[in-house]
């Protein structure tokens, strides 16, 4: 555990945000560029705001079953249905402390001691101390150059002891979508696997962005064509809840251990110390998870990062999705990303090393932020590529 936590890319993320507010304290807000956290600030929908409103006036608070209120999971199996074009009942979805507590009693009620969990890399890096906590090993197997599954590579890693693959669409932090094709032919692979003896793996699809998309790109839905597929997400990316720790589980209901996955993740839930998910925003979630919402000052932002890399002499992912632009360090620092984001510190530019998401030779920027913030950060980020600092 201390070797993890002395790691240069352990929790990067955070310390940067960190760092940010005691440069906020010194230079002025507005002569800091912060880009490390993916904190949404889309307005949140009044929709939403109704619903609160709505809630906090009423008079009906107390205890509820762990897997959270009927009227939560009914929703849920809702919204999962439209999504996934297939019939979910409220008893194939567990309510859960946002997407990282639906991963944890997830990873939880399917892992045994040396079990492996695939997770394609680049990677949202909490996966590994996830993965860990359960007694599981994660697997990285690297993405294609453009940051597509290389569903042959994951074929090629699973083993006899392979629990679960892993998926989050759209990346973090690449912003890529993986497409049907790919999904079908995972979801082929998987099946061969199992055909030859091992048991069938788990695919789990983490999923908190996936209303966030650009270019009429659509996140494939998977419990179509493969049966030990479920869904963990949250609402602090499409809603802009964050911190409010809402979301869910879902299994398909084709999964023949459906039944006892639930029950194992409901278990879960109340053993690791979450008991239920806050029940405040259940009662808000369920009645305003169809909330209509505009991403399109994401968008917008979008192209004024890619404008401004561009201006700078920077080369980028594009994006499909979320609100990341992956952006790779410049050829005079040999791919030492940790190197490159603390020189861009001393511009007052935060951003995450690609290292905390196994993805060495990159940086992450986040452009959930002004565009005040964007257009200002324009001559900063020329100066740190072309100054002779380096």
């Known amino acids: 555990m201390l070797d993890v936590l002395a790691s240069p890319a352990s929790g990067a993320i955070r310390k940067m945000f960190e760092e940010g507010e005691l440069l906020k304290k010194k230079y002025g807000a507005e002569n800091v560029y912060d880009f490390s956290l993916g904190n949404p600030d889309m307005p949140v929908p009044q929709k939403v705001l109704d619903a609160i409103k709505k809630v906090a006036d009423s008079t009906e608070h107390g205890y509820m079953p762990n897997a959270g209120y009927m009227s939560a999971r009914e929703a849920m199996a809702q919204k999962t249905a439209q999504e996934q074009g297939v019939a979910v009942g409220a008893e194939h979805v567990v309510m859960s402390c946002g997407a990282a507590g639906a991963l944890n009693a997830a990873l939880k009620a399917i892992l045994n001691d040396g079990d492996e969990v695939i997770v394609p890399s680049p990677y949202f890096a909490e996966y590994d101390h996830y993965i860990y906590n359960h007694g599981g090993k994660i697997v990285r197997v690297k993405t294609c150059k453009d940051f597509s599954l290389d569903v042959a590579a994951i074929a090629a890693s699973l083993s006899e002891r392979t629990a679960a693959v892993l998926l989050n669409s759209p990346n973090n932090p690449t912003g890529r979508i993986y497409p049907t094709s790919d999904i079908a032919l995972l979801a082929d692979a998987l099946a061969s696997h199992a055909e030859k003896g091992h ?41 802009s809840l964050p ?75 594009e994006p499909e999705g979320a609100f990341y632009l992956f952006v790779k360090v410049p050829d005079a620092w040999h791919g030492d990303d940790i ?28 452009y959930c932020v002004s565009e005040k913030t964007i257009r200002s950060s324009r001559e900063a980020f020329f100066r740190a590529v072309h100054d002779k600092m380096h």
């Open 199 to 239: 048991r069938l793996p788990y695919l789990i699809c983490d999923e908190p962005y996936r209303a966030i998309t650009y270019g009429g790109k659509i996140v494939a839905p998977v419990f179509p064509v493969y049966e030990n597929a479920v869904i963990v997400t949250s609402f602090a990316k499409n809603l």
């Open 243 to 317: 911190g409010e720790r809402i979301g869910y589980i879902a299994v398909n209901p084709s999964c023949r251990e459906a039944r006892d996955f639930i029950a194992a993740a409901i278990f879960a839930t109340r053993i690791l110390g979450y008991v239920n998910a806050p029940a405040f925003f259940q009662k808000v979630v369920a009645e305003s998870w169809n909330a209509p919402c505009d991403y399109s000052l994401y968008k917008t932002r979008c192209e004024l990062v890619k404008e401004i890399m561009d201006y700078a002499g920077l080369h980028y992912a």
């Open 339 to 366: 190197a490159f984001v603390n020189h861009l510190k001393t511009y007052n530019i935060l951003c995450a090393p690609g290292s905390s998401f196994g993805g060495k030779g990159w940086f992450r920027i986040a």
